[in-house]
């Protein structure tokens, strides 16, 4: 604390000796008010981050402030007015036409039908109409979807022997084919484990939620056993697979790549200690089939990014972690791109501690405006996503560089000005985004780079909605196994198949093809891929009989 003088003191000090004093307490006003400003915003952003929506767009993070910037936002000189034909005529429209007559029946054609007939007796109508005195009329129908819990069949296999009796082959024996099984001596089928997979890894269901909703059902399958039949199914049929989809992932010319946190609990460290699953998928803009891969580490460091690409030539859309911009100086034909969707995060947060009741302190913050520039950009990429890479970039070089190129301008005259907190989230922003501006400009140089990392982020969230739910995994070899497992699911999601039918496909097909050494031809792999076009047609169907 600051020493407190007396009043002799301060009446026998001298003029310059006062004046050090006075300025030694307006350092420490200025510095208390922006800790209290910076703690009041902190304050602010967790209440909003607890109570409010988790958004970035900037009409709904400022409430209503869009109806005040009506006019601006729509203002186009070069749009002539409508004539009064069509003034009328737009109020002339008829109203909003009713429900397509059928449609019920159309949406439910898939789903096997049942018809149940309402009669009336025929002596009941003789007594209202009088005998003779009535006729049937088109019958009146509506529709109702019943459901019915999984049910299960025990398939009881024969399998018929045979010995001889008499001749050259007495006393031999010949027994019918044994049929392919998934693990020896197991009830397992390719369509129980593929619920399993579909409950756990799709549905984010933990195991015992999941056996407890099979007992329900008159099924008791214990958790250890559907974790070994999953862990076993990862490390027997789907690793080959798995394989071969790292390798074509790393065949794009960009990729992108994300981490979160996870807790093994068995992992040879203390309690508490945090290991990561990452997340590579091929360029969301790229013309190449959609992978997406999980790999389990222990740590973040870069040596795993750094071994994973360690042979791949092309542009890395991530984060700003430093561990990508080293892996950029480290591997000759890389290329990191940093997301522009990190870069308005620190702005959004500005605007959300400001509150939607401040409309007017909004509109003139600095993140404000922050946003609406990069509001812009994004504006005018949105309108680029079906164009081929070289007409994107073209229009990108035309359309959105100049608008990156003054927003960077912007950045460095704001911060020259010295007008904002050094400590607050509009701060941080600014200088994230000047720190970050070699790599947010990176997309401006190639037509298949994406504007920001948010493929990675969705790539992750079936993942992080499921760590929730079961919070912790036991082992490493359980995390490497879910880690093979979410990049066949994921990568299937992308490729638009249903997942159950998928994996089941796949665990009908694999025990056939593997050999006894674990291994499979690589040609065969190919045709089993999420993005092959010859999988079987219930791989693509929503729904089934």
Not at 234 to 257: D, G, I, S, T
Not at 375 to 380: N, S
């Amino acid at each position: 604390m600051c020493r407190k003088f007396t009043p002799d003191e301060l009446n026998t000090m001298d003029h310059e000796s006062k004046n050090d004093v006075i300025y030694q307490m307006q350092d420490r006003l200025d510095k208390l008010e922006h800790d209290y400003e910076n703690l009041m915003e902190q304050v602010r952003l967790a209440n909003q981050q607890r109570f409010g929506r988790n958004t970035e767009k900037l009409d709904e993070i400022a409430g209503q402030l869009s109806f005040f910037n009506e006019a601006e936002a729509n203002c186009n000189e070069n749009v002539p007015e409508p004539t009064i034909e069509e003034t009328i005529a737009c109020a002339m429209k008829p109203p909003r036409k009713r429900r397509k007559k059928g449609q019920r029946e159309e949406d439910l054609r898939d789903f096997p039908q049942e018809g149940i007939s309402h009669d009336v007796a025929a002596e009941e109508l003789d007594d209202a109409f009088g005998r003779g005195n009535w006729k049937s009329m088109p019958d009146e129908i509506f529709w109702q979807l019943r459901f019915e819990p999984a049910r299960w069949t025990a398939e009881k296999h024969v399998i018929k022997v045979y010995v001889g009796t008499g001749g050259l082959h007495q006393d031999e024996f010949l027994r019918g084919d044994h049929p392919a099984t998934l693990f020896k001596g197991s009830i397992a089928t390719p369509s129980l484990e593929a619920a399993v997979i579909n409950a756990k890894y799709v549905n984010s269901n933990p195991l015992d939620r999941i056996a407890r909703d099979f007992q329900e059902n008159g099924l008791n399958l214990s958790k250890q056993t559907m974790s070994n039949w999953t862990i076993w199914s990862a490390e027997r049929y789907f690793l080959p697979l798995y394989e071969w989809m790292k390798k074509r992932q790393l065949e794009a010319h960009v990729n992108q790549c994300d981490e979160t946190p996870l807790e093994v609990i068995h992992d040879g460290r203390p309690a508490g200690s945090k290991s990561y699953m990452w997340v590579h998928l091929t360029g969301e803009l790229s013309p190449v089939p959609k992978i997406i891969i999980y790999e389990y580490q222990k740590t973040r460091h870069s040596d795993h990014p750094k071994e994973y690409y360690k042979d791949f030539t092309g542009f890395l859309m991530t984060d700003g972690l430093e561990q990508y911009h080293k892996l950029e100086r480290d591997l000759e034909g890389v290329t990191n791109a940093n997301c522009m969707a990190h870069a308005r995060r620190h702005f959004a947060n500005a605007i959300k501690a400001l509150g939607k009741g401040n409309q007017k302190a909004v509109r003139s913050s600095i993140a404000y405006k922050a946003l609406v520039r990069i509001g812009a950009i994004y504006d005018l990429e949105g309108a680029l996503k079906d164009l081929t890479p070289e007409e994107r970039l073209k229009e990108r070089q035309a359309s959105i560089k100049p608008l990156v190129e003054e927003f960077f301008a912007w950045i460095r005259e704001t911060l020259a000005d010295q007008k904002v907190l050094p400590k607050g989230e509009t701060a941080k922003g600014l200088n994230y985004c000047l720190n970050q501006e070699k790599y947010l400009k990176v997309f401006l140089t190639d037509g298949e780079v994406p504007i920001d990392d948010s493929a990675s982020e969705r790539a992750l969230r079936n993942f992080t909605i499921g760590r929730k739910n079961w919070v912790t995994i036991n082992t490493v070899r359980g995390a490497q196994a879910s880690a093979i497992i979410y990049s066949l699911t994921e990568t299937a999601r992308a490729n638009d198949l249903n997942i159950y039918y998928y994996v089941r496909h796949l665990l009908t097909e694999l025990p056939q093809l593997i050999y006894a050494n674990g291994k499979i031809e690589e040609s065969r792999l190919e045709p089993l891929m999420p993005w092959s076009k010859t999988l079987p047609a219930d791989c693509y169907s929503k729904r089934r009989k």
